[in-house]
């Protein structure tokens, strides 16, 4: 009788563990839309007969440690997705930062969740932390209402962050489609597993994989135009499991960041012809900003003299200049194209510029012109009582400089700027942080 009931009891064990292990299979994380398929059942026999030793010993596949890693943060956009739950919490997909309140990540990752089980965690490189780090609620859960679970067609979630997250810059969305243009190598990221079915990594890894159109031996049913795949046809570099959400970025002309992908399905990691797919970021633009708002519009100066910003050089802009030399002018941007020659200083000397510019004249020509026809302008009076060492001093510095310069010190010019400007980065974050920070004692004073 004790013996049945001891069988009976490991029988229900065993039953429940394989109800277990058969549901695990199931879970999101392994999801392989191909699994239907007739094609991988194949080839997962061929993938037995290789010696697990004959391949790449890898990392997120066949990848580095992020280098800056965090607090210095490398790639400031990248977050862990945490859950929360009584059954332990801890990282289980990735993401991207895109906007103070806003992170990209795929939808099966979060479909089901429930946002209060959720965190998000920036500025690690250990996902089990690191100092600086941040870490927020998330308030809502945004599912791409085009998500197919079985296809993994439109595998896109956004999170709406509880509060936003202000030491950190988040990445911009891919702004054309440039990237499909080959090879483009891209980038992804991740605390995902090294290999396939492997364990995962504590530290942030990252893997360069070019992006591939031709989407190696996925069948063309699989693959749609929401998605784009990235990898070497000899495999090797892969994101994994574990890896999903998280981004699959470039860099842009500006040498910018831009997440061109969101980590979705795979068959296996790093298999020869069978590059990661991604959900694609571009076709889905409308979607995500309709949400997280359209980007803020970068002001790029590319033509001087442009004071109306219609595109060409003409009268209307002479007298747009005219206008603000006189201090008539409004808008703040017009002062970044009106210094024709660029001292700083808008005035007559800008106008006569401009004319020279647009009329072909040279200097007293166009003196002339503008005598005859903005008469009230007193364009002579105003070059007569103009500070003429200060004139002379900008102009000798201004237009000697850049004409004398090699590209060699163009170069070095060039890279100190850059320099600087990350060393000015670094500090405007640092002094960011103590501002947080003060606020905080601030705030626990007063509640005192
Ligand atoms: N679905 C996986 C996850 O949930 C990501 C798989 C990516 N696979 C690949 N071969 N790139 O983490």
Redesign the pocket.
Known sequence: MRNKIIRRTMQVIAFIMLVLVISSLNS?????PLSNDTEPKLLSQEQHSINPSELPQPMI?GGTQVDPACPNCKYDFMVSLQSTGWWGGGHF?GGSLVREDWVVT?A??VLGDSPSNLQVKIGLHNVNGTTGSVTRNVSEIIIHPSYNSNSLNNDYALLRLSSPITNFEPIKLVTSDSHDDEPVIST?M?W??TQ?GGSSSAILLEVDVPIDNSCGNYSNSSITNNMVCA?DSNGGE????????GPLIMTNDNGEYELIGI?????????AQ?????SRIYPKLDWFFGYIGEPEEEFEVDLYGDVNFDGTLNVTDVITLINFVLGQTTIEEESLTADMNQDTIINVLDVILLVNEILGTNFSQSVQWLENNFPTFKVKERLANLDKSQFFAKKFCCDKKPKEMSCEELKLEYRKLLLDYQGLKAKYKLLQRLDLDKQKILKQLSEK
């Not at 892969?238 to 959400?245: A, E, F, L, N, V």
């Not at 980590?263 to 298999?271: L, N």
């Not at 069978?274 to 991604?278: F, K, L, N």
């Open positions: 999101c994380q392994d999801s392989n596949v997909c795929a099966h990752c992804t991740g995902g597993a396939s990898g892969d994101s994994c499991q574990g890896d999903s959400g980590v979705s399905w795979g068959y296996g990691c790093a298999e069978y590059p990661g797919v991604y």
